[in-house]
């Protein structure tokens, strides 16, 4: 028998081959050939590994990326690891978000999902809602709605809500403008403000008109930083707008903003740079705000103490409950009107209106209320204000506020619309002066057309007797009892105040100014009137880079000839910009336009401003959005918003009614999330004690 080698006699001390021994299964477990097992990548598509499990460099290696621990790669040990206390615990502890190519397949995609998501941020920009309340509300949807289909598969959360606002709705809403801005003529009304974080803001709005409708859409909402506050700077963040709209300043027909001289100074404003650029533009003050600068100047004339008064009795009771308590209770005892005392305005004089007629109304009750405090209670500010109401000429002169301060107010309140109402500014400005005049100039000097145009208020032979000057019935009845000289210089004061409130209006209302004079045209009615005639030359001369001034005049001539009795009727039923439109596409024979030019000019007209007060109502609306306790938004998180709150008010819509078009689902991709910040700056320009700590729901 030969001898057998080494490799042949196993450890066991077995003298059989190991051959025979293996096909036996008699081999020791140190004799067998162990197979490494390499990472399979289908592993990971499978569900018990998809979560966690990671391939390494190493291809006999895997790795947790929950635990963060390397292994082998036998499937028996990461199964033995996917069941351990650890892993579960790690599991349950992290978050594991899916990578967003996973979720965003837009073949894939859930188009009633998406609209769910769209509707979501529709309802917590319309609402005011916080971003962080997102996440709650994508779980009560969840757990409320568990057989939904939809509410089981929604993801939505504050980052992705963001998203859909910045780079869905918003941007969807830029878009439709930059469309309808293309290539057509529009006026900007700007004004700028600070908000409760004293971030300061440039609030550009555009006024035009498309599809036959007036429209007023937010342009901007422009941070402006500390070296930025110059009319240089701000019209240097103007121009940059533009340039982002890609739209042009020779577009532009009209101007409007609130008086203040960095607005309309006439030596270094954002006006001349304005006009420097496109010197056709036509440019508004404010008509609101000059009737309260009208106001505030006329006040001026009367007894400080007035104003003082009303300041007083309002700081009186507004922080003292007690004093509210008592008098509540003085009201029920003289069965008066349970009503409390109003604050007047520190910023807008004619807010005064409200307050007077308030105090007037509880005069009685107000009176016994100091009487009290004055005498027994031995109050200081309570003695003050009731010496103060005892004088009757204070009281007279609330009664004459109270006449006066209405004609101020209904004026203010009529072009504080939204409606076309430029044509209108020279007729409601000249009756607003008649309506002031009647009270204490003679009826001969201002009934004439001429005449109120060559009236001085302050000749001595214009105004009426001291004794005949109007300051209203109940403040007449009240003087009857009073001394007579008194009487007199009281009223002189009253008269000193109309006087300068008239003179005033003439200054700074369009009175005498015979653009808006003529504008006045584009009332179809006027338009069509043959008896009535419009110098319009001035107004085609300053809109000469858009039409020919020669054939618009020919054009107007023509118009009131142009169309029989029945077809004038039939077109004065409609309004004012279908009328203008009608005639715009209108041709002869030889398909040539009739009234294109002066149809044009007219269109133009009707895009310009009165006021500001579309501008201010966006900033009431940022009040009511950047509150105390989302006072982190940042600026361009807060522009977007703005901007879907005035586009679901200009279409009328909420945000369950709201249209989700094709562009809306055409932009939720995986793209949606790469924010592009206006101005990052800006955020560490504001000061930190107005930040709270405590909420970073509304960051972005």
């Known amino acids: 028998m030969s001898e057998l080698s080494d490799s042949d006699i196993g450890k066991s001390g077995s003298s059989t081959p190991k051959k025979k021994r293996a096909m036996r299964h008699e081999l020791a477990r140190d004799e067998k050939k162990s197979r490494k097992q390499l990472f399979s990548r289908k592993w990971m598509e499978e569900d018990i590994f998809k979560r966690w499990l990671l391939p390494t460099e190493d291809p006999a290696k895997a790795k947790c990326k929950v635990c963060q621990l390397n292994l082998g790669t036998k499937r028996s040990d990461l199964l033995s690891h996917g069941k351990s206390q650890k892993h579960l615990k790690n599991m349950n502890l992290t978050q594991i978000t899916r990578p967003i190519t996973e979720i965003f397949q837009s073949s894939k995609q859930d188009k009633n999902l998406i609209i769910a ?56 809403i830029k878009e439709a403008l930059c469309g309808e801005l293309k290539n057509n003529s529009f006026s900007i009304l ?32 422009i941070p402006i930083k500390a070296d930025e506050g110059s009319a240089k700077g701000l019209y240097s963040l103007f121009k940059k707008c533009l340039t982002d709209f890609n739209l042009s300043v020779n577009n532009i027909v009209g101007y409007c903003s609130d008086n203040a001289s960095v607005m309309m100074g006439n030596k270094e404003s954002f006006k001349t740079y304005l006009l420097n650029e496109n010197h056709h533009i036509v440019v508004n003050g404010c008509v609101c705000h000059s009737a309260h600068l009208i106001a505030a100047a006329a006040s001026q004339e009367l007894p400080s103490n007035i104003e003082a008064l ?118 409601e400005s000249r009756r607003f002066v008649k309506i002031l005049c009647v009270n204490f100039v003679k009826p001969s000097c201002y009934t004439s057309e001429v005449e109120l145009d060559l009236l001085n208020v302050f000749d001595p032979n214009v105004l009426l007797p001291v004794e005949e000057i109007n300051v209203g019935l109940n403040t007449m009845n009240l003087l009857k009892d009073c001394i007579k000289a008194d009487n007199e210089q009281f009223k002189l004061k009253c008269l000193k105040f109309y006087q300068v409130a008239v003179a005033q209006a003439f200054k700074r209302l369009p009175t005498k ?21 419009h110098d319009i030359d001035e107004i085609c001369n300053t809109f000469k880079n858009k039409i020919d001034p020669v054939k618009a005049i020919t054009e107007y001539n023509n118009i009131k000839i142009y169309f029989s009795e029945e077809e004038k009727e039939s077109l004065t039923c409609d309004d004012v910009i279908t009328f203008w439109t009608t005639l715009l596409d209108m041709k002869n024979f030889n398909d040539e336009h ?45 522009s977007d918003i703005l901007r879907v709150k005035i586009d679901l008010a200009t279409k009328n819509k909420c945000c369950t009614s709201y249209a989700i078009s094709e562009s809306h689902f055409q932009k939720f991709n995986q793209f949606m999330y790469q924010f592009k910040t206006k101005n990052e700056a800006t955020r560490s320009t504001a000061p930190k004690e107005n930040v709270c700590d405590t909420d970073t729901s509304d960051s972005d």
Request: net charge positive; proline share 2%.
């Open 117 to 172: 998501d769209i509707r979501f941020t529709l309802l917590a920009a319309s609402h005011n809602f916080s971003f962080s309340s997102i996440d709650h509300v994508t779980d009560t949807c969840k757990l409320s709605f568990s057989d939904s289909k939809i509410a089981k598969n929604m993801q939505l959360r504050r980052t992705k809500c963001t998203s859909i606002l910045k780079n869905v709705l918003a941007s969807t």
């Open 190 to 221: 700007v004004d700028e403000s600070t908000d409760i974080s004293n971030y300061r803001y440039l609030c550009i709005l555009v006024r035009y008109i498309y599809e036959n409708k007036i429209k007023t859409e937010l342009l901007d909402l």
């Open 310 to 427: 009303l300041q007083n009795i309002s700081n009186y009771f507004s922080r003292s409950p007690k004093r509210q308590s008592v008098l509540e209770e003085f009201q029920q005892f003289m069965r008066a009107a349970q009503l409390k005392i109003i604050s007047p305005s520190k910023t807008r004089w004619l807010a005064l209106s409200n307050c007077v007629e308030r105090l007037i109304d509880q005069w009685d009750v107000l009176l016994e209320v100091f009487r009290v405090a004055a005498f027994e209670d031995k109050n200081q500010v309570g003695n003050m204000i009731f010496n103060e109401m005892q004088n009757p000429y204070v009281k007279a002169y609330l009664l004459f506020l109270k006449h006066v301060l209405p004609i101020f107010n209904s004026f203010n309140a009529m072009f504080q619309s939204s409606k076309v109402l430029v044509d209108k500014m020279y007729v």
């Open 513 to 533: 100014d015979k653009f808006y004079k003529n504008i006045t045209f584009v009332q179809p009615q006027n338009a069509l009137n043959v008896n009535l005639k």
């Open 594 to 638: 009739l009234f294109r030019n002066i149809s044009i000019v007219a269109l133009i007209i009707l895009t310009l401003t009165h006021g500001n007060a579309d501008v201010e109502r966006v900033f009431s609306i940022m009040t009511d959005v950047k509150s105390k306790k989302r006072n982190r938004l940042s600026p361009d998180t807060l």
